[in-house]
């Protein structure tokens, strides 16, 4: 056994049954990854000195290939359906061995983890890869222990990641050639059929969600960060809606822009890096991620590069639009080391409502935070997504990542009422769509006016504003802010056909009012009566 870079005990490798390995390499560091992921022809170097690998035909998570398996310890806690898939013990059995004969006599690369930034609360994490690359995104994405605390180094949950492994759908159980499987019998991940990198961090992501809640620890898919006055801040929101862009504050010290945790003394990063999109990224528009793409020890997925000077175009959609960088967090300048923070004083959910409608920003109850929190509502366009056609298209995705949460969203929802409750924190509702009309109509807001909305939120400016009651939504809409035009925050008035905007805001409602319908039986009547579609008092 190769045991180049800290020494650690092998325990781990025999107790899933991994046997008569070809060479397996424990802990490496970043540049004998780069090493060995060129010398098996992984993928190239960038001019700059980040590493580009491409991912094939998966480029992108793929939700209908995970599948949690379904055995007394956890059964009676997942919320099964089309998110969480049920798989036998014996399938899952069945493509364990196939991944111990499949790894005989291969190169395996072995890297001993953190998930979680909080020592009360963080999970020790093995993640056993094929291929080189993906044990450097490990290490990028989680965090990294000190040399002394690999000696002892015991895994509480193991990801085996084998991309070249493919499932026979027939025989296996499975959706498609792809799988990834959750197993908290076992504590093991596994994962086959995909080079998509990001499924190892979302696999641990929904395992944390499933484990804290039973600590009284609120799982969250968001970012964080600290102003000058230690005031601690949190955003939620899916992808296309600014969360990393906007948490990304100078005046603010970043602790993560993914995932966290909040404890009943503050919040913790379960991560040890970002995983940023990048495509069109601009050294003007966000100066600190760009210049993480031009560095060693970066990972870019899916990248276009000139063969010749290995240049990089960032613009270039040509393999995918979710193209992407995984960087250490220390990458970037204006973070929290410690990856941690006093309780949230303010929350704030982000939506790119492409229809149009929805208040700049807006302060939620108590109840109405709980209402959005499990609508998780944003709005696509055409050519973010295929088959998508003119018009916007309303999702929801229930807590802000839906496809992470193995218990019933009504558990994460149920605790950030309790946390708000107990903190008395303040609860935003940011729309960085559209304004002055839907997608095709109106223009995308101001990211000048976000962003000083979002100063005077969490500075505490818009506390003493005076607010309106919105006549469809029920939120309340601040009058004025600083540096934001009066008319920018009342939505209405800036469509130039008014009985259009009603009609639109009408539609919505209604989409919300359905979708919400498969809430209601899991909440109070405060959660009902606070939704979208309440009417000004």
Not at 20 to 43: D, F, I, Q
Not at 226 to 241: E, H, R, Y
Not at 324 to 339: C, H, K, T
Not at 423 to 443: D, E, P, S
Request: glycine residues 10%; aromatic residues 10%.
């Amino acid at each position: 056994m190769d045991n180049t870079g800290p020494v650690v005990s092998s325990h781990g490798l025999d107790t899933i049954g991994l046997y008569n390995l070809g060479k397996a390499h424990w802990n490496l560091p970043a540049p004998l990854l780069y090493e060995a992921a060129l010398r098996r022809n992984e993928g190239l170097v960038a001019s700059g000195g980040a590493f580009v690998a491409y991912t094939g035909q998966h480029t992108g998570r793929s939700p209908n290939d995970k599948f949690i398996v379904e055995e007394p310890s956890s059964q009676a806690d997942i919320w099964w359906g089309n998110v969480n898939r049920p798989m036998s013990p014996e399938a899952f059995d069945g493509l364990l061995r196939k991944a111990r004969a499949y790894l005989q006599n291969r190169e395996a690369f072995v890297q001993d983890l953190w998930a979680g930034a909080d020592p009360e609360h963080r999970l020790n994490v093995r993640v056993i890869t094929e291929n080189a690359w993906h044990n450097l995104f490990a290490r990028n994405m989680f965090i990294r222990p000190p040399a002394e605390a690999l000696q002892s180094f015991e895994p509480e949950f193991t990801v085996l990641q084998l991309p070249g492994l493919q499932a026979d759908p027939e025989v296996d159980g499975t959706n498609s050639e792809c799988f990834v499987l959750v197993n908290f019998a076992q504590r093991l991940v596994l994962i086959g059929g995909t080079w998509y990198a990001g499924e190892i961090k979302k696999s641990i992501f929904s395992v944390l969600n499933y484990l804290l809640p039973a600590r009284d620890v609120l799982p969250m898919h968001c970012s964080a960060n600290v102003g000058p006055k230690g005031d601690t801040a949190i955003f939620f929101g899916l992808s296309g809606t600014g969360k990393t862009t906007l948490s990304a504050d100078p005046s603010r010290n970043l602790i993560g822009d993914d995932e966290h945790g909040w404890t009943n003394s503050g919040v913790f990063n379960f991560e040890g890096g970002c995983y940023a999109k990048v495509i069109k990224l601009s050294a003007e528009a966000e100066p600190e991620i760009w210049a993480t793409t031009r560095r060693f020890g970066t990972i870019l997925e899916n990248v276009a590069l000139d063969p010749a000077t290995r240049e990089l175009d960032l613009d270039d959609g040509r393999f995918t639009e979710n193209t992407r960088a995984s960087y250490p967090l220390d990458f970037i300048p204006n973070i929290v080391p410690e990856g941690v923070g006093g309780l949230p004083q303010n929350i704030v959910m982000l939506t790119a409502d492409a229809f149009g409608v929805l208040p700049p920003i807006s302060e939620l109850s108590p109840e109405q935070a709980m209402y959005h929190f499990l609508s998780g509502y944003t709005a696509r366009v055409a050519g973010t997504e295929k088959g998508l056609g003119n018009e916007p298209q309303a999702t929801f995705s229930t807590c802000f990542g839906g496809p992470f949460m193995p218990r019933h969203p009504s558990v994460y929802a149920r605790m950030l009422g309790e946390k708000m409750a107990k903190t008395g924190a303040r609860c935003w509702l940011v729309n960085t769509g559209w304004t002055g009309g839907q997608y095709g109509v109106g223009q995308r807001m101001s990211i000048r006016h976000t962003r000083a909305m979002l100063r005077a939120a969490l500075d505490g400016s818009l506390a003493g504003v005076e607010s309106v009651v919105h006549p469809q939504f029920g939120l309340r809409v601040p009058t004025a802010c600083p540096e934001v035009p009066a008319e920018v925050l009342d939505p209405r008035r800036t469509w130039q056909d008014a009985a259009a905007y009603d009609s639109t805001a009408h539609e919505l409602t209604k989409r919300f009012e359905q979708n919400f319908k498969q809430f209601e039986a899991y909440v109070d009547d405060p959660v009902k009566a606070a939704g979208i579609y309440a009417k000004a008092a």
